[in-house]
């Protein structure tokens, strides 16, 4: 009977952790990850705005994470983002990084207070750096792949341009794919463990 229950709370354990380990940031894709980045094109230091339109896969959104380039070295620039609903016209979300907080050539996550009820929702992602210096050369810049995917326009200072931002949307929530992962994995190391000390005892 001891036996037994050790396995069951073992069990019960190993199933809470992965439970808890499994709400992550969940990303989707505006671009195709397919494509080559070496074909990737940049926009140089963003003396406008880049408008990118996308329809939400996820009935959330807690924000949005871009590639983002340093060029030169910009003093106080800033990264200013904001989201339109399509349907209602009204901006729902803002958000804003100083370049100090900027990962040069990475991912980085502009958050925002959740907005709900977005799945199959068109939106337009704007983003400016209002203190970007193109005649020095001074600012961040952004990187866009030459396709436009389905469901998608990008505008870079106002022109329309064949390609999609290399961006996606970010949602806090629990992945059952994450879940099902990290379950299998730690049963197996369990288990695994479990033989070898069986094999050489």
Known sequence: MKKIMKWVIGIAVIIMFSFFYAHIAKTH??????????KYMGTGVLSGKIEQKFVSEEDCL???????????????????????DDETGKIVAKSELKLKDIKNSKFNVFRFDRISECKGKTYTLYVENPDGDVKKTLG??????????????????GNN??????????????????????????????????????LFK
């Open 29 to 38: 894709i505006l671009y195709d990850n397919r494509v080559d980045t070496s």
């Open 62 to 84: 807690d924000g949005i994470t871009i590639k983002c380039s340093i060029q030169g070295t910009p003093a106080d620039s800033t990264v200013k983002i904001s989201l339109k």
């Open 140 to 157: 961040v810049g952004f990187s866009y792949e030459p396709k436009t995917e389905k469901g998608t326009e990008l505008l870079i200072n």
């Open 161 to 198: 341009v064949d390609g999609t931002l290399i961006a996606k949307t970010v949602t806090n929530r629990f992945d059952m794919e994450t879940f099902c992962v990290v379950l299998l994995f730690v049963l197996y190391i369990v288990f695994f463990v479990k033989f070898l000390y069986r």
